[in-house]
């Protein structure tokens, strides 16, 4: 009868590596594997969140990917550990009482005893037999070698293999059991060497691919080498490059901090002057006053009395001087105030910048007077000027008039299409229409339905980068959007709190800039209030410029004063350009825009006032 440790050794052992199971867990097609060599297996698998079973090739799960999470088989588990402790005892000697094993024989299939290994190995036809010692079998560093005798006929080698059934046996059962139902069948040392040969042949192909995978690892390597010198050589390009500029840049700063300094210098000489006039003059007053007051110490003869009295006039006289006027050392001021300086945003310039001050560089008296109802930069870099009275007259950036066109038509809002045809609020018989022009200012056969506007409805108007025309109410607060080829509105933007009397458009991003209701207002194109602008006792006129940066003009009314601020498109102030400019007008309606070629145009009811910017030395 077979010991228990002959039927554990045949049957605890691992499919894969052949030796006793170590942490053996469990497929769902009940077949069981080491842990490891299960892990073995899913690496070589590209989706490693399922695992093929080497027998049965059905999927299992693995949850997580993580081998160690399948279940195990805790009955084999035990047996495996109980077979290790358990020595197994001799199976060659007919003792009752079995000695301890020492040795297997891996021929014969027997453990054996130190007297059964000592005869074992005496005798000659057993001299090419493989024994090892039972430790190692027990350990699992040496694995069993599969019996081949027959497990129907023990006394009969399995030497017969069927190829359909994957299995070994003996002739007899290769005769009863296969042949019979017609499968086919080889010689078990054929099979066995069939087997290597493959295995070979595997190991071969297994070691020309690793030579090739290691070839392309190689070539990678030499690939991130090149890569590495290259991008090396970009960093040393960049760090020239940039010390190049720091030099650059701190020359410039040198210069535009010497300029500073001169302008300084200029300033507190001509403050000094004025300062040192005052003090003469109190020092004048001084002594004039310490001679007439000593004139009084003692009794004066006849000269005396000439001379004190002339020296009472020369004081009068001098007591009866102006002021000093307070204009002259704000005038320094003023001027110093319009210096500022301008940052280059463009990237493609190295100069920090330039220091340049603001003043007016033109104004112009418009046609007609108390007229004006709109502004907005024309193609070629002009600015067009839309009066009420009629017509649009197109200005250059020095303020020369440079065309009037639709002098019949009364203005009240123009835009400009991306290829040149212009958009006009026009007033017609009390009802205020949309027209659409050609850029040779011909009139185009499109119609826009929009809101009753005779109700006294004015609002702004602007065209978006896809060349949607946007046109507000603001006395309902809403804006309607239509595309250039007219119709009903697309969609209308409700403003709720803030009127859209002027609409401005970034073309760069989906926002627009309202003012009305006193503020400055940033909208998404949805009408979603993004940020607010406003100041106390002071009305807003805002515009977009080219570098999407927004300028503002701050009016005064009542003091006819305009200051101009320059902000990011997020409404944040970044510095003032004009500070209280005396204007000549103090109308209700103004308007700013910026030319394509940097000044501002500031327009009143009847003037356009151009701004312009000049370097200093």
Not at 5 to 26: A, D, G, R, V, Y
Not at 107 to 121: A, P, V
Not at 491 to 520: D, N, W
């Amino acid at each position: 009868m077979a010991t228990f440790h002959q039927i554990s050794s045949q049957n605890l052992e691992c499919p894969i590596c052949l030796t006793l199971f170590n942490q053996p867990k469990s497929l769902t097609c009940s077949h069981t594997f080491c842990k490891d060599c299960l892990e073995s297996i899913v690496q070589t698998q590209p989706n490693q969140q399922t695992v093929a079973c080497p027998i049965c090739r059905k999927e299992t799960p693995l949850p997580s990917g993580d081998v160690s999470k399948l279940q195990t088989n805790v009955p084999l588990n035990s047996l495996v550990d109980e077979v290790k402790i358990k020595n197994p005892t001799c199976t060659v000697c007919e003792k009752d009482e079995k000695p301890p094993a020492v040795s297997y024989c891996q021929d014969c299939g027997k453990y054996m005893c130190k007297s059964c290994e000592t005869n074992h190995l005496g005798w000659k036809p057993f001299s090419n037999h493989e024994v090892v010692p039972v430790d190692d079998v027990l350990s699992g560093k040496v694995p069993i070698k599969r019996r081949r005798k027959c497990e129907k006929h023990p006394s009969a080698d399995e030497d017969c293999f069927c190829t359909h059934c994957r299995e070994y046996f003996c002739i007899t059962c290769g005769t009863v059991d296969h042949m019979q139902k017609g499968h086919p069948l080889e010689k078990a040392v054929v099979h066995e060497e069939n087997l290597m040969t493959n295995i070979e042949e595997l190991q071969k192909k297994a070691k020309s691919k690793k030579t090739t995978i290691g070839n392309h690892i190689k070539f990678i390597e030499t690939q991130r080498n090149k890569i590495t010198i290259m991008l090396r050589k970009l960093n040393d390009d960049i760090d020239k490059t940039y010390e190049e500029y720091m030099q650059l840049l701190s020359a410039r700063r040198e210069t535009l901090k010497c300029q500073v300094k001169r302008w300084s210098e200029k300033f507190e000489k001509e403050l000094n002057v004025m300062e040192e006039e005052s003090h003469q003059a109190i020092r004048q007053m001084n002594a004039m006053e310490e001679l007439v007051i000593n004139g009084v110490k003692v009794p004066l003869g006849k000269d005396a009395l000439y001379a004190h009295d002339t020296l009472c006039e020369n004081l009068k006289s001098f007591l009866g001087r102006d002021d000093p006027d307070d204009q002259s050392p704000r005038g320094v001021t003023e001027r110093a105030q319009k210096i500022s300086f301008l940052r280059h945003i463009k990237v493609n310039e190295l100069c920090l910048g330039e220091l340049k001050s603001w003043d007016v560089k033109a104004y112009k008296e418009l046609p007609s007077k108390d007229s004006m109802n709109c502004v907005t930069c024309a193609p070629g870099g002009k600015m067009a000027v839309g009066l009420g009275k009629g017509g649009i007259h197109l200005y250059s950036s020095d303020g020369e008039l440079q065309q009037s066109v639709l002098k019949d038509v009364s203005i009240n809002e123009i835009g400009f299409l991306s290829d040149g045809r212009s958009v006009v609020r026009n007033t017609s018989n009390k009802t205020r229409t949309i027209s659409l022009y050609t850029p040779q200012w011909e009139k185009l056969d499109v119609a826009f339905e929009t809101m009753c506007f005779s109700d006294g409805g004015f609002g702004g108007l602007t065209v978006d980068r896809d060349d949607n025309i946007y046109v507000g109410d603001w006395d309902l607060k809403k804006i309607q959007v239509f595309t250039q080829k007219g119709g009903k509105a697309v969609r209308i933007i409700t403003c709720v709190v803030y009127s859209p009397e002027q609409l401005f458009f970034f073309h760069t991003m989906e926002k627009l800039i309202l003012a009305g209701s006193s503020a400055v207002v940033c909208l998404d194109d949805q009408g979603k209030k993004e940020n607010v602008l406003m100041k106390k006792g002071v009305d807003p006129f805002p515009a977009v410029c080219r570098d999407e940066s927004v300028i503002v003009a701050w009016v005064k009314r009542e003091e006819g004063l305009v200051s101009i601020d320059r902000y990011t498109r997020d409404l944040e102030h970044v510095r003032n350009i004009i500070t209280d400019f005396k204007m000549q007008s103090k109308r209700f309606w103004y308007y700013l825009q910026e030319f394509e070629s940097g000044e501002i145009a500031f327009c009143t009811q009847d003037r356009l006032y151009i701004f312009g910017v000049k370097c200093e030395m």
